[in-house]
């Protein structure tokens, strides 16, 4: 075997959201071909990929000390005559700082923008004798040339899968880089769509999680060259056969049209959760973030949700400490945490990020006073998430079994209000539906006893 055909190996690492843990899939599909084996870690690889995320401060700072100790791993195999580490960034930080990596990070061959992955194997190539940069948005679409995962690997990632229908956002919310780093809305067809979603289900995928930085701004082309809502690329995913839970997110809630309210309405696989950001519960600093929403337009959205599904679970992304937020304004998001009864939420400290229009803002909030409030917040959402979970023991549901538990002769899965839910049955159910009654709550999560037949 010569050194080209010798296995090569690749570590992925996913920093940030949900669209990253998709990205980096498709990227690990994109180099098997190649010849590419994924590794468990970078101590094992000869490539490591960070995927990174570049929405708050912390988030760009680890990737720039996960490079520093990878290159002490580079100089320790070099030192012991091993082989040549190459260190790859990709994601969001690639985006928007490719020229800052490469400055402050020499060790890094290779530097590829969110746009390009389909690129990564030739790049992988070309980096073995001198740094690559590919942040381009290219002509091409990526998604046309990024090869479609086998049966076998998407099998092995489980009954749960992601699947990207949208990137990018034109809402420019004053403190937030994605309309920057991953550039204007794009919908994927809708064609296109459904023949990833077949071959997902078609491999063994039970549930569906459609995603994107502004899902439900998706407009994509239809089969029949009409333009299509993200409520009626539901309402055709909706009729795949096996195809049994459905979800999406991110929303923004003023792209809540009555298409898709009315696939909450109407469609069983579409999961009773719904995760619509409101960031803020004070008009003023909705207002200063560009949010386009009042807290009224909000909770008369929530309910006309709530009247099509009565039982879905709202959860929220809030923002603590955005410049110029007061203790009223503060009193006014902990009113709405109440008031949208959210389940479960994200929530941040404000963090400026070079180039959007909340980072020059003169009236910063100062450190310990964002952190007291993000930890108010906190307390009060895990009290709602706590006696949300309290209200499921005694309901019988549907679970989706995805693995193993902890516990010997334990199975794990996920309500259709996404909470772990543990059961003593045979690992036979992974990947499967069945009815379970729920006897209790630990935690943040349920556990119950199987009540009858398998689907
Ligand atoms: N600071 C803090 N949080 C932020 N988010 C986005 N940008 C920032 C920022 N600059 C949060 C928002 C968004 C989530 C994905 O990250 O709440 O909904
Ligand atoms: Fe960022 Fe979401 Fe606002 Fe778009 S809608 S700018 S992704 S917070």
Request: overall charge negative; hydrophobic content about 40%.
């Given at each position: 075997?010569?050194?080209?055909?010798?296995?090569?190996?690749?570590?992925?690492?996913?920093?940030?959201?949900?669209?990253?843990?998709?990205d980096?899939?498709r990227?690990a599909?994109?180099?098997?071909p190649?010849g590419?084996?994924?590794?468990?870690?970078?101590?094992e690889?000869?490539?490591?990929?960070?995927?990174?995320?570049?929405?708050?401060?912390?988030?760009?700072?680890?990737?720039?000390?996960?490079?520093?100790?990878?290159?002490?791993?580079?100089e320790?195999?070099?030192?012991?005559?091993?082989?040549?580490?190459?260190?790859?960034?990709?994601?969001?930080?690639?985006?928007?700082?490719?020229?800052?990596?490469?400055?402050?990070?020499?060790?890094?061959?290779?530097?590829?923008?969110?746009?390009?992955?389909?690129?990564?194997?030739?790049?992988?190539?070309?980096a073995a004798?001198?740094?690559v940069?590919?942040?381009?948005f290219?002509?091409?679409?990526?998604?046309?040339?990024?090869?479609?995962?086998?049966?076998?690997?998407?099998?092995?990632?489980g009954?749960?899968?992601?699947?990207?229908?949208?990137?990018?956002?034109?809402?420019?919310c004053?403190?937030?880089?994605?309309?920057?780093?991953?550039?204007?809305?794009?919908?994927?067809?809708?064609?296109?769509?459904?023949?990833?979603?077949?071959?997902?289900?078609?491999?063994?995928?039970?549930?569906l999680?459609?995603?994107?930085q502004?899902?439900?701004?998706?407009?994509?082309?239809?089969?029949?060259g009409?333009?299509?809502?993200?409520?009626?690329?539901?309402l055709?995913?909706?009729?795949?056969?096996?195809?049994?839970?459905?979800?999406?997110?991110?929303?923004h809630?003023?792209?809540?049209?009555?298409?898709?309210?009315?696939?909450h309405?109407?469609?069983?696989?579409?999961?009773?959760?719904?995760?619509?950001?409101?960031?803020?519960?004070?008009?003023?600093?909705?207002?200063?973030?560009?949010?386009?929403?009042?807290?009224?337009?909000?909770?008369?959205?929530?309910?006309r949700?709530?009247?099509?599904?009565?039982?879905?679970?709202?959860?929220?992304d809030?923002?603590?400490?955005?410049?110029?937020?007061?203790?009223?304004?503060?009193?006014?998001?902990?009113?709405?945490?109440?008031?949208?009864?959210?389940?479960?939420?994200?929530?941040?400290?404000?963090?400026?990020?070079?180039?959007?229009?909340?980072?020059?803002?003169?009236?910063?909030?100062?450190?310990?006073?964002?952190?007291?409030?993000?930890?108010?917040?906190?307390?009060?959402?895990?009290?709602?998430?706590?006696?949300?979970?309290?209200?499921?023991?005694?309901?019988?549901?549907?679970v989706?079994?995805?693995?193993?538990?902890?516990?010997?002769?334990?199975?794990?899965?996920?309500?259709?209000?996404?909470?772990?839910?543990?059961?003593?049955a045979?690992?036979?159910?992974?990947?499967?539906?069945?009815?379970?009654?729920?006897?209790?709550?630990?935690?943040?999560?349920?556990?119950?006893?199987?009540?009858?037949?398998?689907?």
């Amino acid at each position: 075997m010569t050194a080209s055909e010798a296995p090569k190996k690749i570590h992925i690492k996913t920093y940030g959201c949900q669209m990253n843990v998709y990205d980096s899939d498709r990227m690990a599909d994109a180099m098997a071909p190649s010849g590419w084996v994924g590794v468990a870690s970078p101590e094992e690889a000869d490539l490591v990929v960070l995927n990174t995320c570049h929405i708050r401060e912390h988030a760009a700072e680890k990737v720039f000390s996960e490079i520093g100790r990878l290159k002490k791993l580079r100089e320790e195999r070099v030192a012991e005559g091993g082989s040549r580490l190459m260190i790859g960034v990709a994601g969001c930080v690639a985006q928007a700082e490719g020229a800052e990596i490469a400055r402050r990070a020499p060790a890094v061959d290779l530097i590829v923008g969110p746009q390009s992955y389909h690129r990564l194997p030739e790049m992988a190539a070309a980096a073995a004798t001198a740094r690559v940069v590919d942040t381009d948005f290219p002509e091409e679409d990526k998604f046309d040339h990024l090869p479609a995962p086998d049966r076998a690997r998407v099998a092995a990632r489980g009954p749960t899968a992601f699947l990207t229908v949208q990137e990018g956002c034109d809402k420019f919310c004053a403190f937030c880089v994605v309309p920057y780093t991953r550039g204007a809305e794009v919908s994927r067809p809708a064609a296109k769509v459904l023949e990833e979603a077949r071959r997902l289900v078609d491999a063994g995928v039970r549930e569906l999680t459609l995603l994107g930085q502004n899902v439900n701004g998706y407009h994509g082309e239809g089969p029949d060259g009409s333009d299509w809502s993200l409520g009626r690329l539901l309402l055709a995913l909706a009729e795949i056969p096996g195809l049994a839970r459905l979800r999406y997110t991110t929303s923004h809630p003023n792209d809540m049209d009555d298409a898709l309210i009315a696939a909450h309405r109407d469609l069983p696989q579409l999961m009773p959760y719904l995760h619509l950001p409101v960031q803020s519960g004070s008009d003023r600093i909705l207002a200063a973030m560009n949010r386009r929403h009042t807290v009224a337009s909000y909770l008369k959205l929530v309910d006309r949700i709530r009247a099509a599904r009565l039982d879905i679970a709202l959860t929220s992304d809030f923002i603590v400490g955005f410049p110029g937020e007061t203790q009223a304004d503060f009193a006014d998001t902990l009113a709405i945490l109440r008031d949208a009864a959210f389940v479960a939420s994200f929530s941040f400290k404000y963090s400026p990020r070079p180039g959007t229009p909340a980072a020059s803002s003169p009236e910063q909030i100062a450190e310990d006073l964002k952190t007291e409030r993000l930890h108010r917040l906190q307390a009060q959402i895990d009290a709602q998430a706590a006696a949300f979970l309290q209200s499921r023991v005694g309901q019988t549901f549907d679970v989706l079994f995805e693995k193993p538990g902890r516990r010997a002769g334990q199975i794990v899965g996920r309500s259709p209000w996404l909470q772990p839910v543990h059961v003593q049955a045979d690992q036979s159910l992974i990947g499967r539906l069945a009815p379970v009654a729920i006897t209790g709550a630990h935690g943040n999560s349920l556990h119950g006893a199987l009540v009858a037949s398998v689907q």
